[in-house]
């Protein structure tokens, strides 16, 4: 039986509930409906097995990698704010977990149980530029969870075409029905685990290079023809 996830006025939790519902409608449409090329799912599922695994993709691209890894149970932080409970409800209907709590109001609540899920060998789906950017800017969250929990971050580009990007901070990126849809798995990022803040402000630096560099390749994956 569906259970509330939070205790919220009836008003906001019919509102949460009916939403959720329209988003991942539409996006379950928008997913079927596209034509897909992935690379690097097999190396994946490799470390997947191995249990223990951030993967990275920035805030305005979570949606195409979502849907693609629909039903296995991947891991995210959601803050306590009404986008936080609505991201929850909806990833939760994609077969997602999410960890409540917030990276910048509650980090330690929310930082904490990550690492505790990570070392139980989840994998945990993270914007390291969220959850209100700036954009395209590894915060220190992604580096702290890689090395607490000891396990390797795993970056993701995403992109479509035709497409639409709204006017929000993030640019979030919206495929039209039966667009190109491309996503790439980069290659695993390790961060020693006794890393120094110098050390780990250029890895920061270089892990939005590996983001980067996966984006790039995605874009160039759904521009040329088919």
């Keep these: 039986m569906w259970k509330r996830t939070r205790t919220v006025p009836w ?8 939403t959720s519902w329209a988003v991942w ?4 449409l928008i997913g079927h409906s596209c034509r897909w090329r992935v690379h690097g799912y097999e190396q994946f599922r490799a470390l997947q097995r191995q249990g223990g695994l951030i993967l990275v993709t920035w805030h305005g691209r979570i949606l195409l990698p979502i849907f693609l890894l629909r039903g296995q149970g991947l891991c995210a932080i ?8 609505l991201l929850h409800r909806v990833f939760r209907r994609f077969g997602g977990v999410s960890v409540r709590g917030s990276t910048r109001r509650h980090p330690v609540r929310a930082l904490a149980g990550a690492v505790k899920m990570l070392r139980r060998g989840a994998v945990l789906s993270f914007t390291p530029d969220g959850p209100r950017g700036p954009a395209g800017k590894v915060q220190g969250g992604t580096l702290y969870l890689a090395q607490k929990a000891r396990c390797p971050i795993l970056p993701i580009g995403s992109a479509a075409w035709p497409c639409r990007r709204l006017g929000s901070w993030d640019r ?5 029905p039966f667009a190109r849809a ?14 120094p803040e110098g050390l780990l402000k250029r890895l920061a630096v270089k892990l939005e290079d590996r983001i980067n560099e996966a984006m790039a390749w995605a874009e160039a994956e759904v521009r040329r023809a088919w």
């Design 182 to 195: 491309a996503v790439i798995f980069g290659e695993p990022f390790w961060v020693p685990p006794e890393a």
């Design 78 to 85: 959601a803050s306590l704010s009404r986008d936080g409970e």
């Design 25 to 28: 409608g539409l996006a379950s």
């Design 11 to 18: 008003a906001d939790e019919l509102n949460f509930r009916a």
């Design 172 to 176: 979030f990126l919206l495929p039209l």
